[in-house]
Each structure stands twice: as C-alpha cells, then as structure tokens.
C-alpha cells in the first residue's frame, strides 16, 4: 500500500477516502489464476506499492480450484473506477472496498455476504467489522487492518522531565515542554494535523462521529474544548509543520525532527530499524472526565457485485480467501508490509505482532480502535475537515464552526433516511 493509500484509508480519521489520488507508480496489470474450472471471475484490487504484493495475490487467485480468477490491479482513482464500473455489466466480480460503501449497498451494487461471515463474525476485528455491516447484513469482509499510534522518542522525553502523556492537557503541555530550537514536540502533519486527526479527538473527549442510534454524535461541549486543545498546540508553536514528508512517512520522527509522531503502524519497522528500542507508542491520549484513549483503525475490504453473472461462484471465492484460507490472509498481512490480520485470532499468533510496540499497537487497535461509521458519508467528512482546519490554523471558533457541521450531518442523516423509506 502506497503512502498516498495510507492516507486514503484512515488520514480522515477510521479509515476512508482524503481527496488524494491513488499513487500510480507500477501501471496496470492484470493476471489470470489457474488451474480452476471454467467459470471465469475477475477480481479487482486497488495498487499497493508494498513489493510482493501483486505477485501474493495472484498467486492466492490461481491456488483456487473452483474457478479461474482473473487478478486486475487498478492504479488511478480507485473508488471512482469502481463506482463507475459496479453500474455496468463489465464491472468486477470480487473487489476491494473502502468507501462509500452505503452508497453501493443502498444502490444495490454489492452482495450481502451474511452467510458466509456470520460463523466466524466474532473473530472479525469489530471496529473494522462495523462499517461494513447495514441492517444487521455483511456486506464485506475486512482483509486487514491499518492503524494509527502516537510514537515518542523515550530518550527525548526523558531528557526534558515529561513522561508519556496519557491526557489531552499532557500531550499539550509536554510538546511545548520538548520544543526548542532543533526540534519540535509533536508532528501531525504538515498542514498541522488538519488531514490525518478527522474524529480522533472527538473520541478522545468520549463522543463519535455518529452515535449508535444514528444521531450526531458530538453535539456537545465537550467536542469544540477537545479542538481547542489541538488549536492550542498550534498557537504554542508545538507542531512541526513543513517537514520533508508528511505524516505517513516516520522520517521526521527518526531524524530527530519531533519528539513525538501520530503515525501508522507500517511506519514502525522503520523506526525499529532507527532507534533500535529508543521509542514507544501510545494510543492519542483521552481527553476530560467522560474521555477514552482513541486510535483511528481503517480496513479494506472485500465485496462481490451484485451484478455478477457469477455471484454464487464469485461469493464462493470471497468467502474462500478472506474467510477459509487464514494462511493468506496472514501472509497478506504481514510479508508484504507492516498490517494487523483482520481476524483477532490471527493477530493474536502472528510472531511478528507478539511483543514490544507491535504487541502495545496491536492492543491498542482491540481495546480503543474506532472506524469511520457507515452513516458517515463523504460530504460530512468534508464538512467536518473544513471546520477543523478553520479551528487549527485560522484560529476560529469551535463551538461556532461544530454548529455548521452538525447542522451538515443532520441534513445527510436525513437524507440517507430519506432513501431507506423510498426503498
């Protein structure tokens, strides 16, 4: 997965889409699986720039005996050639999803996948299980789980007397404290944290972005005193902003440039590799009485077109990969990139997720995850970023600019609401 996808599946905070592009760096390939029976069956993939990881998945397609499946890796705006394709007869037949998936499951692009989850739901990482369910229906199957930590340099925070922040209020007050000349306290990103936080704070302060019921979930007070504290970072000149790569690369962290970094777990070999054990990562930390420790968690996954002159046979591949075969869907996790298994058990074994910050990243991503909920359409994601960046850099007020977007989101409820009734 290339940085730019990092950013895609959780820079807005659980996992979907910036306004980025796909990266296009290795072109369009398109591979045909063996030794199956005569149906054909097509399988669309977003491009990952991990090495190995067109070769893996080409050859899980042609392990498959049922049917030859036929691999196509899409480089370009990925969700648009879907979008685009699931409403013709030539689409594919197995796809990878990230959003917006309510938009195709109320079109009636995509096929319910209920049958074949429901005996192993339970084992699903529920965060990233959650988005993909409608009306008590699965409509995909999570393939792995990308998320996001907060790295700190022990040596650093150590030198300045602050200990890891477990607070909102600590992690404001210990990135002023580790400030000075030659480094920053903390880096959020270039644009100062306005791309990759989306609703971490909001569940940072205990809120969500949508509540269980289907209502805005941080029309509180308690929503606009979280931002203002990731304001305050900005105006004490805590924030490492103009770096030489942006939040997804751990360059600015390893080089010393920040004492601390929110950042995605495929950056931790990398800073292994650096520091040896001179760093640890936490979860961002809760903020108030009625706050939790959050971490934004984002997951692909797979779906079947409910177009498919081979539903029954492409449903029966999907289930066959990303259900039956735990083998690949641990190597597809791990060898090709740093990602935790979709499936608890799995990461649960993995050598490699067993100890040390992995272990700590991995607990994390259990006890605190949170994905982009399924009523969270894009036009609220935009509505919302806007309003944070008014807050961050322009200094604008939160309870005004929150009251904008709620009233946003109600429309969208609405208008999702809408739809069902019309169905």
């Not at 594919?92 to 938009?103: A, I, Q, R, S």
């Not at 289907?214 to 305050?232: H, M, N, S, T, Y």
């Not at 990243?361 to 970023?385: C, I, K, M, N, S």
Request: hydrophobic share 40%.
């Amino acid at each position: 997965m290339t940085e730019i996808d990092r950013r895609r599946l959780l820079a807005a905070g659980g996992g979907v889409a910036l306004a980025a592009g796909l990266a296009t760096a290795c072109g369009s390939n398109t591979g045909r699986g063996g030794g199956g029976s005569g149906t054909e069956i097509s399988q669309w993939y977003h491009q990952y720039g991990e090495p190995g990881t067109e070769r893996a998945v080409k050859r899980y397609a042609a392990a498959y005996r049922k049917a030859n499946v036929s691999v196509q890796w899409r480089p370009g705006d990925y969700d648009r050639q879907t979008a685009a394709a699931l409403l013709t007869d030539s689409g594919p037949d197995v796809f990878e999803v990230n959003g917006p998936l309510l938009d195709q499951i109320q079109g009636g692009q995509v096929a319910d996948l209920t049958e074949v989850v429901e005996p192993v739901k339970d084992d699903f990482n529920q965060a990233v299980l959650a988005p993909k369910i409608w009306q008590d229906k699965i409509w995909g199957i999570p393939q792995v789980v990308d998320t996001q930590v907060l790295y700190y340099r022990k040596s650093l925070l150590k030198e300045a007397g602050v200990r890891p922040p477990e607070t909102l209020d600590e992690l404001v007050d210990g990135a002023k404290k580790l400030s000075d000349r030659k480094t920053k306290g903390l880096f959020l990103g270039n644009d100062g944290g306005v791309g990759v936080l989306g609703g971490t704070p909001l569940f940072a302060a205990g809120l969500s972005l949508i509540s269980e019921d289907g209502k805005v979930g941080f029309d509180e007070p308690a929503a606009a005193r979280a931002l203002g504290k990731i304001r305050q970072l900005y105006a004490d000149k805590s924030l490492l902003l103009g770096a030489p790569t942006d939040w997804s690369d751990p360059a600015a962290f390893v080089q010393g440039l920040t004492a601390m970094q929110w950042s995605g777990l495929w950056a931790l070999p990398q800073i292994k590799k650096a520091l040896g054990d001179d760093f640890g990562v936490l979860p961002f930390p809760k903020d108030g009485s009625g706050g939790r420790p959050s971490v934004a968690v984002g997951a692909y996954g797979s779906a079947v077109s409910a177009r498919s002159r081979h539903k029954a046979a492409a449903t029966a591949f999907a289930k066959w990969l990303w259900v039956d075969r735990t083998d690949f869907q641990e190597d597809f996790a791990l060898s090709y990139g740093f990602h935790i298994p979709a499936r608890t058990s799995l990461a649960k074994k993995a050598e490699q997720l067993r100890e040390g910050p992995a272990a700590d990243a991995v607990r994390f991503a259990t006890d605190h995850g949170y994905a982009e909920p399924l009523l969270w359409t894009t036009a609220d994601r935009t509505a919302y970023q806007d309003a944070l960046s008014r807050i961050i850099k322009d200094g604008a007020n939160p309870e005004s600019e929150l009251r904008t977007v709620v009233r946003k989101v109600n429309a969208e409820l609405q208008r999702v609401k809408k739809k069902v009734k019309e169905k």
